[in-house]
C-alpha cells in the first residue's frame, strides 16, 4: 500500500448554512483530506494547532489509520479559525474571517522517515509552506495540491513557484477562474496546465467535477442528495477520496483517474449532510461503495434499440 503525506490547515470553523449555525467545529483542509484519503491508504499529516486545540477530536482519524505524529501543538498558541456563511443556494458562500494564528509563523519540519513518502498532498495552505514540504520531500512519485481564492488573491507569485512543481492540481471553479483569469473552465483548465499541473480537476461543487487529463475531458455531476446541511469540507474530501484511490492503485492512467473521481464524488456527498466532518466519522466502506454504484448508475444511459 502507497502512503500519502498531506500537509495543510487543522482547524476550528463557525460555519452558517440556511440549515443552522454552528461554531467551534473541527475543520481545515488536512483534517476533511486525510478522513476521504483513510478509505484507500494510510496518510501521514503535516500541520500544526495550538494550544487550545483539543487533539482527541481527531480520534476518528486515529481510528482509520491516520498517523497523527506530524501535527505541531504550539505552547499558548491559537489554532487557525475560519469563519464562512453559505448563500440560499449553498454553492456561493462568503468568507467572514480567516485567522491564520499558529499558521503565520509555521515552519514545517517533516519528521525523517517521513521524507520518501510517495504520494504528496499538498493542501490548501499557505503555498510557501507548501513549497517547504515539498522542498523536504526525497523525490515523490506524484504531487497534488489545492488552493483557495486566500491564496490566489494575497500571494500569487509564490502560489506560481509552488505550482511549477505539482503534477496536479484539485481546484473549485472559482478557483480556476480567479487563477487563469478567464471565465471559461476549458480554457482555465488549459491556463493552468501551462502553469504546471499536467492534469487538472475543476469541482463545481454540486454540479459535478471536471476532470482534465492529456487531450481527455472527463464530467462526474454531484450526487443529488435532499439533505444538505453544510458543504464545507466537501472539496477537500473530494480531493481525498480521488488522490487516496490514486494512490492506492498506484497509477495516473485515464481509467484510474475518472474511478478516483467517482470515488471522491462519493465522500464528498455524505461529507456534505452534517456540519463539519461528523458525517465522515461514522462513514463506512461499505457505504462508500454502494454510493460509487449509486453514481455509476446516474448517467448511464441504455441505447434503444
Ligand atoms: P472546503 O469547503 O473544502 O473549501 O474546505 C473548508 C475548510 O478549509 C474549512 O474547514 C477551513 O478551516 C479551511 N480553510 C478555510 N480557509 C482556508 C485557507 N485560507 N487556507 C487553508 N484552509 C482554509
Not at 514540504?133 to 507569485?157: C, G, H, Y
Not at 478567464?182 to 480554457?187: E, G
Not at 491556463?191 to 467535477?209: D, F, L, N, S, Y
Not at 462513514?283 to 448511464?300: C, G, H, I, P, S
Request: proline fraction near 5%.
Amino acid at each position: 500500500m502507497s502512503q500519502l503525506l498531506v500537509v495543510g490547515t487543522v482547524a476550528t470553523d463557525d460555519i452558517e448554512t440556511p440549515y443552522g449555525k454552528e461554531s467551534n467545529v473541527l475543520g481545515g483542509s488536512a483534517t476533511y483530506f486525510a478522513a476521504g484519503a483513510s478509505y484507500f491508504t494510510p496518510v501521514r499529516i503535516v500541520g500544526v494547532v495550538g494550544e487550545d486545540f483539543q487533539i482527541e477530536r481527531l480520534a476518528f482519524l486515529k481510528r482509520r489509520g491516520v498517523d497523527l505524529a506530524g501535527i505541531e501543538v504550539i505552547p499558548g498558541g491559537k489554532t487557525f479559525h475560519w469563519s464562512g456563511r453559505y448563500h440560499h443556494d449553498l454553492n456561493h458562500r462568503d468568507t467572514l474571517s480567516t485567522d491564520l494564528n499558529v499558521l503565520e509563523t509555521f515552519q514545517p519540519d517533516l519528521p525523517a522517515e517521513w521524507r520518501d513518502t510517495p504520494y504528496l498532498f499538498l493542501g490548501n495552505i499557505d503555498p510557501v509552506l507548501q513549497r517547504q514540504v515539498l522542498e523536504q520531500m526525497k523525490r515523490p512519485k506524484l504531487v497534488a495540491a489545492d488552493t483557495m481564492n486566500f491564496w490566489i488573491s494575497s500571494v500569487r507569485a509564490e502560489l506560481a513557484k509552488t505550482l511549477a512543481r505539482v503534477d496536479a492540481l484539485i481546484v473549485n471553479d472559482e478557483e480556476a477562474r480567479q487563477l487563469a483569469g478567464t471565465p471559461n473552465l476549458v480554457k482555465a483548465a488549459h491556463a493552468i496546465r501551462a502553469m504546471g499541473p499536467k492534469t487538472v480537476v475543476i469541482k463545481k461543487g454540486e454540479h459535478g467535477a471536471l476532470l482534465f487529463h492529456e487531450d481527455k475531458v472527463f464530467f462526474a455531476p454531484a450526487y443529488p442528495l435532499e439533505d444538505v446541511r453544510d458543504p464545507t469540507g466537501a472539496g477537500d474530501t473530494f480531493a481525498g477520496g480521488f488522490y487516496g484511490y490514486i494512490a492506492r492503485a498506484g497509477r495516473t492512467d485515464g481509467a484510474t483517474l475518472r474511478n478516483a473521481v467517482l470515488y471522491g464524488s462519493a465522500l464528498a456527498s455524505f461529507c456534505v449532510e452534517a456540519f463539519g466532518p461528523a458525517a465522515l466519522e461514522t462513514l463506512t466502506m461499505k457505504q462508500v461503495e454502494l454510493r460509487v454504484e449509486a453514481f455509476r448508475d446516474l448517467t448511464r444511459v441504455e441505447e434503444l434499440r
